[in-house]
């Protein structure tokens, strides 16, 4: 590792808390509350509810979420974006201007290479591609509904990159990058890359009683009968009495649905994230709002105004101590220090690829390319 490479991994380490910020299933034993039915209120089942930051609060066993919603323009020949740089902080561009930010890319938006340990990424891209690259020789662009997970495990470093390939058009980018908890028997494993293609995410489409449709697509956690592939091994959402669910919830206009119950003793919180007029359990919720929920009753919702969208986070605690310093998530302050000592003499691995912030060129297609040299594209 170089003293330029030491010099910028350690930039993107002090910056980690402002680059985090780009960055559930129910119980599968548990029927669904029939489609269209409707609790009666229950204010008690609201245990919280606060406005949504650019960094969204989240519960053991979660550790970060951020939406990230950037309207960028036409790319340019270098797949970054055909505008002005002027008035951005390059290196550090969170501001939004114009509706899009740079985050840590100077050419391409995106997160160039950085390190992290003891904890998992599940990044769901919903609208756009993002080009990701790593220290285990693994690469993949990915977009579209595509969801890459990854155990970070005892340590990996990547980069992601948000290619801006339309050049006669805008290029919007909507993701969730979610950080899900390892427990302390688990944080030194291994580092692991998976990817989920958006066809192989099941999706259940319902109506209520009045026709207006639900649609819940699932990460993790079964629903409706369909459950999404396995996380990693060593994941806490391999585990079946985490209860780990990671769901997006659409409700058109109108819609009445019920949350099913979730295993006793899980966290649920709910991100009403889009959309305005959203009742929960009775209650009327504010916009861009979270609602912590009680995980182990059924939970009514309304689209009282217009559609909404609701990002779900469930899952039993782990509840052990957390540490955390940047891109680390260890137990206490003494691994921390351990894997900066560890980060700073390994780096985590090689970095097969030309400079921190490879893109995969502009007529690569979706694809991913994993550790061990097998290649992937979705149907």
């Not at 034993?29 to 229950?42: F, L, R």
């Not at 790593?134 to 997970?149: E, I, P």
Request: aromatic share 8%; net charge negative; hydrophobic share 35%.
């Amino acid at each position: 590792m170089t003293e330029l490479d030491r010099r910028n991994a350690l930039k993107l380490l002090a910056g980690a808390g402002a680059a985090s910020l780009t960055a559930c299933s129910g119980k599968s034993e548990t029927a669904a509350v029939a489609s269209g039915s409707t609790a009666p209120p229950d204010p008690a089942s609201v245990l919280d509810v606060a406005e949504l930051g650019p960094q969204w609060q989240t519960s053991d066993p979660f550790l970060f979420c951020a939406h990230h919603d950037d309207r960028y323009p036409k790319g340019n020949e270098r797949l970054g974006p055909a505008a002005s740089l002027d008035g951005r902080q390059i290196g550090s561009d969170f501001a939004g201007k114009d509706g899009w930010r740079m985050y840590h890319g100077d050419i391409v938006p995106g997160f160039p290479r950085h390190p992290h340990r003891g904890f998992e990424t599940v990044t769901v891209v919903r609208t756009g591609l993002l080009d990701h690259s790593d220290s285990l020789g693994a690469r993949a662009r990915y977009g579209g509904g595509d969801v890459q997970w990854m155990t970070a495990g005892k340590g990996i470093q990547h980069a992601e990159m948000f290619p801006l390939l339309q050049q006669e058009d805008d290029n919007p980018l909507e993701l969730f990058q979610i950080w899900l908890n390892l427990p302390a028997s688990d944080k030194l494993v291994p580092p692991v890359f998976d990817m989920f293609w958006d066809d192989t995410i099941p999706r259940v489409h319902e109506t209520d009683a009045a026709g207006k449709e639900i649609r819940v697509t699932m990460v993790a956690g079964e629903y409706g009968g369909k459950r999404p592939p396995k996380p990693p091994p060593n994941s806490w959402a391999a585990r079946a009495d985490a209860d780990v669910a990671i769901w997006t919830i659409k409700l058109a206009a109108g819609a009445q649905w019920t949350l099913p119950a979730a295993q006793p003793g899980s966290d649920r919180s709910l991100y009403f994230f889009s959309g305005s007029g959203l009742k929960v359990a009775g209650q009327a919720i504010p916009d861009y709002h979270r609602v912590r929920v009680k995980g182990d009753v059924p939970i009514a919702m309304h689209a009282a105004g217009s559609d909404v969208e609701v990002l779900l986070l469930q899952g039993r605690p782990i509840g052990e101590p957390i540490a955390r310093r940047g891109p680390f998530v260890m137990n206490t302050q003494t691994e921390i220090e351990q894997a900066f000592r560890d980060f700073r003499a390994t780096g985590f691995g090689e970095w097969p690829w030309s400079g921190s912030d490879p893109v995969h060129g502009a007529r690569e297609g979706r694809f991913a390319q994993y550790p061990d040299g097998r290649t992937d594209t979705p149907v």
